[in-house]
């Protein structure tokens, strides 16, 4: 029902913008979050819109590299990834997480989408 796209391979302070595009449930009434697993290390919550208004959160790791959005006609949630670094590294998922509160916590997902590869390298 979400299916996350726009990984690749890209250079050290390259961008990417991940798409998360959902089927079956409308975006505008979820909490949307983007999450990344690197190996070795458990998955961890990078970004999220809320439901209705679209306030905005950031983990604090991220330095303002990294921005969410969201296009309601196309039922889209973005990650615009810019300044990569080797340690953005990471398989990144996107989920719909219940509208309690603004967030979207590991534990209030509702909907995974699959995950998409980012590497970055020099």
């Known amino acids: 029902q979400l299916q996350a796209s726009g990984g690749g391979s890209v250079r050290i302070g390259g961008s990417l913008r991940l798409s998360c595009t959902a089927s079956?449930?409308?975006?505008?009434?979820?909490?949307v979050g983007w999450f990344r697993q690197a190996p070795g290390k458990e998955r961890e919550g990078v970004s999220s819109?809320?439901?209705?208004?679209?306030?905005?959160q950031y983990s604090d790791s991220l330095k303002g590299r990294f921005a969410i959005s969201r296009d309601v006609a196309k039922n889209t949630v973005y990650l615009q990834m810019d300044s990569l670094e080797p340690e953005d590294t990471a398989v990144y998922f996107c989920?719909?997480?219940?509208?309690?509160?603004?967030?979207?916590?590991?534990?209030?997902?509702?909907?995974w989408g699959q995950g998409t590869q980012v590497t970055v390298s020099s």
């Open positions: 079956g449930v409308v975006m505008y009434d979820y909490n």
């Open positions: 819109i809320s439901s209705g208004v679209g306030m905005t």
């Open positions: 989920a719909a997480c219940r509208p309690y509160g603004l967030g979207c916590s590991i534990d209030q997902v509702r909907y």
